[in-house]
């Protein structure tokens, strides 16, 4: 009979590493492939070439932990995709891709626009205890005893900011636009001076 050599029953793990630009956990045009991270799979190490391609070739079949080799992933780059388990049959040919986003800020400041044109300026009282809301829900800040606010750990793409209507002082609203769209991108990570006046319902 004939006998199966490990050739035959060999399968392979690969797929491409890249900076999730706009955030939507896919790897496509305007995405960034990364050269040189380590992915590990359960135990073996690939290094990812300057097309961002990671492959684990004569693997045999069974299931695998695949993930990013952690330790020696650059400090300014968080993991989007988390460790797969997967199930490789023989002669499979499995892809992955495996992503990471740039972490930044958005700052800005609340207060009480008096003559409601839009600016902050002098003589104006800021807002305290007020709560920020990023991409409804996902992070909340309240602004400090000086009005203004920061929220850390903002991943790359695009965002929304919202005050919380419960939080304002009573008969304040938010002057125009109550829902901030912002983006943040590799070359503008940190995006300050986000403004919210606010002024009287009456």
Same mark, same amino acid.
């Given at each position: *009979? ?7 029953? #060999?399968? =392979? ?12 956990? =896919? ?6 492939? +990364?050269?040189?991270? @380590?992915?590990?799979?359960?135990? =073996? ?32 780059? !968080? *993991?989007?995709? &988390?460790?797969? +388990?997967? =199930? ?9 891709? /495996? ?5 930044? #800020?958005?700052? &800005?400041?609340? /207060?009480?626009? !008096? ?22 829900? %996902? %992070? @909340?800040? /309240?602004?400090?005893?000086?009005? !203004? ?5 903002? #991943? ?5 900011? !919202? +005050? ?24 503008? +990570? ?9 002024? @009287?319902?009456?």
């Amino acid at each position: *009979p004939y006998r199966y050599t490990e050739d035959d029953l #060999s399968a =392979r793990v690969g797929g491409v590493v890249y900076l999730d630009i706009n955030a939507n956990g =896919r790897f496509d045009e305007g995405d960034k492939a +990364l050269a040189g991270i @380590k992915i590990l799979a359960d135990g =073996r190490l690939a290094i990812s070439n300057e097309k961002g391609e990671y492959m684990f070739a004569n693997l045999t079949p069974g299931i695998y932990r695949v993930d990013f080799h952690l330790p020696s992933l650059p400090a300014n780059y !968080t *993991p989007v995709t &988390g460790p797969q +388990l997967i =199930r490789l049959r023989a002669q499979e040919n499995f892809f992955i891709d /495996f992503a990471v986003t740039v972490n930044g #800020s958005i700052s &800005g400041l609340v /207060f009480l626009d !008096t003559n409601a044109n839009g600016q902050f300026d002098a003589g104006e009282k800021t807002l305290s205890w007020v709560e920020v809301i990023l991409d409804e829900g %996902q %992070q @909340k800040v /309240f602004t400090d005893t000086d009005g !203004t606010f920061y929220i850390e750990g903002v #991943s790359l793409g695009a965002h929304t900011l !919202t +005050l919380d209507p419960d939080s304002l002082p009573a008969g304040l609203t938010v002057s125009g636009h109550d829902v901030k769209t912002l983006t943040l991108t590799e070359a503008e +990570l940190d995006v300050a001076a986000v403004l919210f006046p606010l002024v @009287k319902t009456d």
